[in-house]
């Protein structure tokens, strides 16, 4: 990740953007020390957490349950918890 002053990223903004479109996230600085990352949109848009994963990850009780066992069934099964039945698809 290169780092940049925010006084010189204004007259870089083309390679910038160029960079973090290629893959390469880009930090900016003020100098006030607030900062922001420039990524590309496909970095982001992957990298965004859904609530989909969010539950599938989670673990919610401090001592293991039936919601913790019925999630680890959920996220071993070879079929996504969202998938159609198999008897519900055609061909």
């Not at 079929?79 to 698809?89: C, D, L």
């Amino acid at each position: 990740m290169r780092e940049w002053q925010a006084t010189k990223a204004r007259g870089a903004f083309a390679e910038i953007i160029g960079a973090a479109a290629e893959g390469t996230p880009q930090l900016l600085r003020r100098r006030d020390g607030k900062e922001v990352v420039v990524v590309s949109r496909d970095y982001f848009e992957s990298s965004r957490p859904n609530l989909r994963d969010y539950l599938l990850k989670a673990a919610y009780a401090d001592d293991h349950d039936a919601f913790d066992d019925a999630l680890e069934a959920v996220r071993s099964s070879p079929e996504g918890p969202f998938s159609p039945p198999a008897s519900r698809i055609t061909e």
